[in-house]
């Protein structure tokens, strides 16, 4: 069955960086976009970033572009998320996410908390 399990979440101070990883099994990676949301405490979930199956394409949210850099290993089958100049905004439980026909599935997330 689809699983997506991700890790590399922490505190980490403000202006600091974090690199998220989301290891995948279960269906053919290499065809499939994958997504990063986020959900930070009272508030819905939100698409931060997606990439395309070969990793052509990106998307990012306007709040995190120049910041955050989505990317895959195809030969992996893992997607990454690395952070940059984090604000205490950014705090969130952060969650890969595939689509397969009318079907989400989600890992179970990790927890980034930016604070001094």
């Known amino acids: 069955q689809v699983q997506l399990v991700e890790s590399g979440g922490g505190l980490v101070q403000p202006g600091g960086s974090l690199r998220l990883s989301c290891a995948a099994s279960g269906f053919i990676f290499s065809n499939y976009g994958m997504n990063w949301y986020r959900q930070a405490p009272g508030k819905e979930r939100e698409l931060v970033a997606t990439?395309?199956?070969?990793?052509?394409?990106?998307y990012y949210a306007t709040s995190v572009k120049g910041r955050f850099t989505i990317s895959r290993d195809n030969a992996k089958k893992t997607l990454y998320l690395e952070m940059i100049s984090l604000k205490s905004e950014d705090t969130a439980v952060y969650y890969c996410?595939?689509?397969?026909?009318?079907?989400?599935?989600w890992g179970q997330g990790t927890q980034v908390t930016v604070s001094a």
């Open positions: 990439i395309t199956s070969a990793g052509h394409s990106v």
């Open positions: 996410n595939i689509q397969i026909g009318r079907s989400a599935y």
